[in-house]
C-alpha cells in the first residue's frame, strides 16, 4: 500500500472512531476545501465542526469523498455557521463582505486566507492554519513532506518541453500560479505563459495550433474540451492529471509534484 493510501486510511479510521465530530458548539468550521485538506490531517476529527461542501463533491475535493463524508458539510451562510458556535471559522478571502460582518456581529474568530500563488506562499500558509488551530506539529509535518517532494521530483538537467495544462474545460493555467512553479520544477516549460497567460484564462485555438505545446496535460480525457483538443493538436500527446491535485496546494503539492514529473519522463 502506498504511504498515501496508508495515510487516508488512518484518517477514515480517525473519523470513524470520533461519532460526536461536526456537531455543534465549539470546534473548527471551514468553508475552504484548501483548509479542509490541511485540518483533517493535523487535527482529530472531534475538533473539525464543519468542513466546506465543495471538499464533498467529486470535482471540486482535494481529500478522499470517503474521509470527507465523515464531516458535516458547510454551505458557508452566515446563518448555518453561527449557528454551530464555533471557536474558529477559517475561510476565503472571497467570503462575501456581509458573511465576514455577520460573522464579527456574531462574535466569531475568523482567519481569511487567499489563494497561494507558489510553494513558499503555500506553505507559509499550512504553518499559518496550523498555528491558528494550536497544531503546529502537524503543520510542520506537511512542510517537511513538500519539502522532500521538492527536492526528489525537481528536475534539473535537459531541456524542458512545452507543457499545456488545463485546470477544466478551456481554462489554462498561467505563469503567475502555484501549478505553474510546480510544472517548471519538474522540468516543463508553461507553453500559456510563453503564450502571455499570466493567470488562468483561456487561450484561442489560433494560438494553440500556430505554437503547439509538446504535451496537453488535463483532469479529464473523455470531455467535449478534451475532444476539441484532439482534433486541433492530432498529434500532440495528452496525459491525465487528476482533478483531485489541482482544486489544492499544502499537502497536494507532493503527490502533484509526483504526477507531473511521471509525465515529464514519460516524454
Not at 50 to 77: C, E, K, M, N
Not at 78 to 106: F, G, K, M, N, W
Not at 173 to 201: C, D, I, K, P, Q
Request: charged share 15%; aromatic share 4%.
Amino acid at each position: 500500500m502506498r504511504r498515501g493510501s496508508i495515510l487516508f486510511a488512518l484518517l477514515l479510521g480517525g473519523c470513524a472512531q470520533s461519532p460526536g465530530a461536526g456537531g455543534g458548539g465549539g470546534g473548527i468550521v471551514s468553508t475552504n476545501p484548501c483548509v479542509d485538506s490541511v485540518l483533517v490531517r493535523i487535527l482529530p476529527a472531534s475538533r473539525i465542526a464543519g468542513i466546506s461542501h465543495y471538499s464533498q463533491d467529486p470535482s471540486a475535493t482535494s481529500i478522499p469523498l470517503a474521509v470527507a463524508r465523515q464531516f458535516r458539510g458547510i454551505a458557508g451562510t452566515a446563518e448555518e455557521v453561527i449557528a454551530l458556535h464555533p471557536d474558529l471559522v477559517i475561510a476565503s478571502t472571497y467570503t462575501p463582505p456581509a458573511t465576514q460582518a455577520a460573522y464579527a456581529r456574531a462574535g466569531l474568530k475568523t482567519l481569511l486566507l487567499g489563494i497561494p500563488d507558489s510553494i513558499a506562499e503555500s506553505k507559509a500558509q499550512v504553518k499559518q492554519i496550523a498555528d491558528a488551530v494550536g497544531a503546529p506539529a502537524g503543520g510542520a509535518r506537511i512542510n517537511a513532506d513538500i519539502d522532500r517532494a521538492v527536492t526528489r521530483w525537481s528536475h534539473k538537467d535537459g531541456e524542458s518541453p512545452s507543457a499545456l495544462l488545463y485546470i477544466s474545460g478551456d481554462l489554462a493555467t498561467g505563469g503567475s500560479t502555484l501549478l505553474n512553479e510546480m510544472m517548471t520544477r519538474v522540468g516543463f516549460r508553461n507553453a500559456a505563459a510563453s503564450y502571455g497567460l499570466r493567470h488562468t484564462g483561456t487561450l484561442s485555438a489560433e494560438t494553440i495550433v500556430t505554437r503547439p505545446p509538446a504535451i496537453v496535460i488535463a483532469p479529464e480525457s473523455a470531455s467535449r474540451g478534451a475532444a476539441l483538443r484532439r482534433r486541433l493538436l492530432p498529434t500532440t500527446p495528452q496525459a491525465v492529471f487528476p482533478r483531485v491535485l489541482i482544486n489544492c496546494g499544502g499537502p497536494t503539492i507532493p503527490p502533484a509534484l509526483e504526477r507531473l514529473a511521471a509525465i515529464r519522463a514519460g516524454l
